[in-house]
């Protein structure tokens, strides 16, 4: 059956068994967009809600959304997680949801110095699975620093049409940070930039065939427009950069069930395979041991990168399969010759033109406890 005849059968098909709406179906048509204003909270001034909401732009693992503020006073919170937003299945240790973390609050930092507000914050919890996280403490000044807000939102996940163009030396230098200890920049043709590939395409095949990651992989997929508004996190087809016929079909056909099909998971890893051999290089943050306050740290260098980025027309893409798969994990330092550990693995490179952001974020009072 050719393309056009399946999807004609497809789409009458689910007309017959009665679930089908046109006016549903043309409603796919439309992209779900993130709120840029935040919502009234009580006893929270206008701008600290945008200190909040402008921290929680943070990229984070599935676009989960582990933080929680809870409010001690106005002035006085408490980040912390909320352990149904935790990714068991692919980060079993909560690695990548510190790292998430301190990506939050690199946002909340730049976004109150910003508004005029010193910010405070002491590391509280006690290992990577507590729900308390930091103390946040914030005091009004007079100076404003000159971050423009506009790097918190407009920074993006890109994964297609990253260019394969060698870096220019003053973006690599931008991307290690003067090339300080913790960042490496390894080019695509490179012996260790081939090693990255090969893991990432070996660990994505690995994954795709693990069940639990997968299960995982599907909770966290808003396929419908009504599912990304409900829950205002996770994946869409948008952010999977799914485009044209293939976005409306997916929207209106595939469910949780769609995930989990061999077919899916084949067209997933080839997608993967494409990725991954394609771009400038790979970007490594790595760290001396796998401390809630390295992890924090670390999240917060990536977040200082990433908001540094976008005008130079670079774009992030994290390819994590390779640290979450015990059989590319174990030998991926010793191959690297680093003897820290990695914590974060990105392909970089450069775009012709860096997207407006589309992943969704949930309303304040989904995060505010
Ligand atoms: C710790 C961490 C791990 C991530 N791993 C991946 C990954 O393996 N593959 C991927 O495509 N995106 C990955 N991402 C990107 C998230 O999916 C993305 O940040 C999220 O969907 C929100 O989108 P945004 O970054 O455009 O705001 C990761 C992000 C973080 C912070």
Not at 34 to 49: D, H, P, Y
Not at 57 to 85: C, E, F, M, Y
Not at 179 to 192: I, P, Q, T, V
Not at 279 to 302: D, M, N, P, Y
């Amino acid at each position: 059956m050719n393309r056009r005849r399946f999807l004609a059968y497809s789409a009458s098909a689910v007309a017959m068994a009665g679930g089908f709406s046109l006016v549903n179906s043309l409603g796919q048509l439309q992209t779900v967009v993130r709120e840029n204003t935040s919502s009234f909270i009580a006893g929270l001034e206008q701008e600290l809600a945008d200190i909040i909401r402008l921290a929680a732009l943070a990229p984070s693992g599935h676009n989960a959304q582990p933080w929680t503020v809870k409010l001690l006073t106005s002035h006085h919170w408490i980040i912390g997680t909320d352990d149904t937003r935790w990714l068991p299945a692919v980060d079993p240790q909560n690695r990548e949801m510190m790292i998430s973390i301190g990506a939050f609050l690199e946002n909340l930092q730049m976004a109150a110095n910003s508004k005029g507000y010193e910010v405070e914050i002491h590391i509280i919890a006690e290992s990577a699975k507590s729900n308390e996280i930091a103390s946040v403490k914030l005091q009004k000044k007079e100076a404003v620093s000159d971050f423009s807000v506009k790097q918190i939102t407009a920074r993006r996940t890109i994964r297609s049409n990253i260019l394969s163009e060698d870096l220019l030396n003053e973006d690599v230098m931008l991307l290690t940070q003067g090339e300080s200890e913790g960042c490496l920049y390894y080019a695509r043709d490179s012996k260790e930039g081939k090693v990255l590939a090969e893991g990432t395409i070996l660990a994505n095949q690995i994954q795709g065939h693990r069940e639990a990651a997968q299960k995982e992989l599907a909770d966290w997929i808003r396929w419908s427009n009504q599912d990304s508004r409900l829950y205002g996190n996770g994946l869409t087809p948008e952010t999977m950069e799914i485009e044209g016929v293939s976005r409306w079909y997916v929207k209106n056909f595939y469910t949780r069930q769609s995930v989990l099909q061999e077919e899916f998971r084949q067209a997933a890893m080839q997608k993967s395979k494409e990725q991954a051999t394609a771009g400038s290089g790979w970007l490594l943050l790595t760290g001396k041991a796998a401390t809630v306050t390295e992890l924090i740290q670390t999240g917060r260098k990536l977040q200082q990168i990433w908001l540094k980025v976008r005008e130079r027309n670079i774009a992030l893409h994290p390819m994590t399969q390779v640290l979450e798969e015990a059989a590319t994990a174990k030998e991926l330092p010793s191959t690297l010759g680093t003897s820290n550990d990695i914590q974060m693995v990105l392909r970089v490179g450069y775009v012709h033109h860096y997207s407006r952001p589309v992943s969704l974020r949930m309303p304040l009072q989904r995060i505010i406890i």
